[in-house]
């Protein structure tokens, strides 16, 4: 039984909401992404054909997952690579600190890592005497900020330049006025290099994980993780068991799709892969499940183990603009968070699903096709049979069931919503629950509600 | 049971009915004549500067390009900068090089990324603690895409690569990129077949 209170997404939405120029900012500059993304995918002729392969690749591959894993394991070693499994995140941090404490290492650089958020590694290791200094720009800002990330892959873009000004100039002593992103972008690098040439131990996560090579890919525009895992000469990468892809071949799929839909660039700057330790160093990786094995058993929710953390679901996504990361309560947030966190919490995160209007934009820019928004319908229907959801919730649940058992009505929404989705979807407003529904236009005629547009569209359907 | 064989295990359980791998295809579509050009364009993209052919003097051209630079690190036979990476046996001490040359052995016009790997490099940081970087390509070396660059070697062979697409940056206050991050502040190609001229 989970001992955390339930997340009211919906009233934490409500406090970022407060503020609004911050929504206005946050909403404009996800929604930029989502614009970028869709003309970076335009400029790729095979783009769907890249996503149904990255969709069939990964089936395939979480299908074979074991014999990969071994296979991955048996290519690390063969590199001279340690190799660790971790039940789940006590276990891996536990390793962590192990492999940290053997070398009397006290100073551990590392690139960003999800896995390491889901673990809470940061804490464990600081109350073991290890300074964690994070190197990515954006989870330097929260964690000097002390706040989780925002954002998967931009954990920091819920504040704006002038609120990473002043984060920075209590930490560094900056100009709190000088809120240019190059000059901040300079204090970091300053920094945070000062502490890369000194640190112990270099810590990454991973993009991918190829089975035929042992080789741990990280993506990264900075340059931090081939920093972390290249300076010091102990190299610690932590792995997710879904990481894995069976060749270098299918890595291209993967790669053509990630920074194109994660912020419209053709790659990341620094595309990387660590495939043995360097000749006086030494390399381990942390196989990690953390629930991924038993997700892999739900026969709904297995597919959300595809993605790819590009982050475009959540760009895209009309409640997760206006809501901001930080009021899902959660490691992932935004529409992915929404399918993945209910498996590591049912009650915690029973209220989640309900933080979507089931428009589908998510499920149409998701580069491995992972069917997002009728996942989320089906935890409100695992919420419903749990009794994990309050009398409001249902009616809400009750109205998108019907539109989502019609699929032409369902059309008629998804592309009324895809057009005007800049703007709040039409059929996001039907009820007053949402805090994420209020400050907007109003799109319906006065007077008219869900139920009555929906029983006008449905005679049109 | 142990950790290794119970996690095993569990996933075996799990793991949905087997689907079949798909047909993986090159997607290739250019020309040879236009792989530079569309390099270039790429690689411009990612805020990277292309020379198209040797400069007469690269001495000459380092020193005007970087006015500043005391401490150029060569990996190259082309050119004798003041060090080479074998002077920086702690890795962190690459931090003092102003200028890496450094050649790569594959381009990929699509991304305008090129490959380095140890070989290349001979001291990983030497591409990433130093200041600048000049990476010197030879331009039949320039493959079209991703799918053809992972067909490379170095993927297969050795212990660590990285395809490099223009200097670092990040985008991580306020969404737009800015330059330079915590690696190289800037990038440089020079088209250089491999057999011609040394200065
Ligand atoms: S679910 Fe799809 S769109 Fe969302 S982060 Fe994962 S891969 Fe990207």
């Known amino acids: ?461 | 049971m142990g950790i290794r064989e119970d996690i095993l295990d569990r996933v075996r359980r799990n793991q949905p009915a087997a689907i079949p791998h798909p047909d993986l295809r090159d997607f290739t579509h250019l020309a040879s004549a236009d792989l530079i050009t569309t390099f270039a364009r790429s690689l411009g993209v990612m805020a990277g500067v292309l020379i198209d052919k040797p400069p007469d003097d690269l001495g000459a051209f380092l020193r005007e390009k970087f006015p500043d630079a005391k401490n150029i690190c060569s990996a190259v036979p082309e050119y004798v900068g003041t060090s080479k990476p074998e002077d920086y046996p702690v890795w962190a001490d690459a931090a003092k090089i102003d200028v890496s040359v450094v050649r790569s052995p594959l381009g990929v016009a699509e991304t305008g990324s090129v490959l380095l790997s140890d070989d290349d490099l001979r001291v990983n940081t030497i591409a990433f603690l130093a200041h600048d970087i000049v990476i010197l390509l030879a331009p039949d070396k320039i493959v079209e895409n991703i799918h053809v660059a992972y067909q490379h070697p170095a993927f297969k062979e050795k212990a660590y690569s990285v395809l490099m697409s223009g200097p670092s940056g990040s985008a991580d206050i306020g969404g737009k990129e800015v330059h330079p991050a915590q690696a190289v502040m800037t990038l440089t190609v020079i088209l250089w077949p491999e057999s011609a001229k040394t200065s």
């Open chain 1, 1 to 461: 039984m989970s001992v955390h209170p339930v997340v009211d997404q919906a009233s934490n939405a409500a406090r970022f909401l407060a503020d609004r120029s911050r929504e206005e900012y946050f909403d404009t500059l996800m929604w930029s992404l989502r614009e970028a993304r869709d003309r970076s995918a335009s400029e790729v002729p095979e783009w769907e054909q890249l996503r149904d392969l990255g969709s069939a690749i990964k089936e395939h591959t979480l299908s074979h997952l074991a014999d990969y894993l071994e296979q991955f394991e048996a290519s690390a070693k063969r590199n001279g690579v340690e190799v660790h499994w971790a039940h789940d995140a006590h276990e891996h941090n536990q390793i962590v600190a192990e492999i940290l404490s053997r070398h009397g290492a006290k100073q551990l650089i590392k690139s960003k890592s999800m896995l390491t958020e889901e673990c809470d590694m940061r804490r464990y290791l600081e109350n073991r005497g290890v300074t964690v200094t994070e190197t990515d720009l954006g989870e330097r800002i929260q964690q000097l900020d002390d706040e989780p990330p925002a954002h998967i892959v931009g954990p920091a873009w819920q504040k704006s330049p002038e609120d990473v000004a002043r984060v920075f100039a209590k930490a560094y002593g900056s100009d709190p006025n000088n809120a240019a992103p190059v000059y901040l972008a300079h204090e970091m690098r300053v920094h945070t290099r000062a502490l890369i040439e000194k640190a112990d131990a270099g810590m990454t996560g991973a993009n991918f994980a190829v089975a035929e090579t042992g080789t741990v890919v990280t993506a990264t525009n900075e340059g931090n993780a081939d920093l972390s895992g290249n300076v010091p000469r102990l190299r610690i990468c932590s792995v997710g068991i879904e990481k894995i892809v069976p060749t270098h071949r299918d890595l291209a799929v993967f790669i053509r799709l990630l920074s194109r839909s994660a912020v419209g660039m053709p790659i990341t700057q620094y595309t990387s892969h660590f495939r043995a330790p360097r000749r006086d160093g030494e390399m381990h990786i942390i196989l990690v499940d953390n629930g991924r094995s038993e997700r892999l058993g739900m026969e709904k929710f297995w597919q959300s183990l595809k993605c790819i953390r590009c982050g475009a679901c959540m760009n895209t996504c009309p409640v997760y603009r206006r809501s901001g990361g930080l009021s899902y309560g959660s490691t992932y947030m935004g529409p992915i968070g929404i399918i993945m966190m209910p498996t590591f919490d049912i009650r915690r995160f029973s209220e989640l699903p309900f933080s979507s209007t089931l428009n589908g934009s998510c499920s149409n820019v998701c580069p491995v096709k992972i069917n997002i928004h009728e996942q989320i319908y089906a935890w409100r229907e695992v919420m419903d049979e749990k009794h994990q959801i309050k009398l409001a919730k249902k009616s809400a649940m009750v109205a998108a069931g019907e539109v989502l058992s019609h699929p032409e009505l369902y059309r008629i929404v998804t592309a009324a919503g895809e057009t005007t989705l800049k703007r709040l979807p039409r059929f996001a407003i039907y009820n007053d629950f949402n805090a994420w529904g209020k400050h907007r236009e109003t799109p319906l005629p006065a007077g008219q509600t869900f139920h009555e547009w929906y029983k006008a569209n449905r005679r049109k359907a």
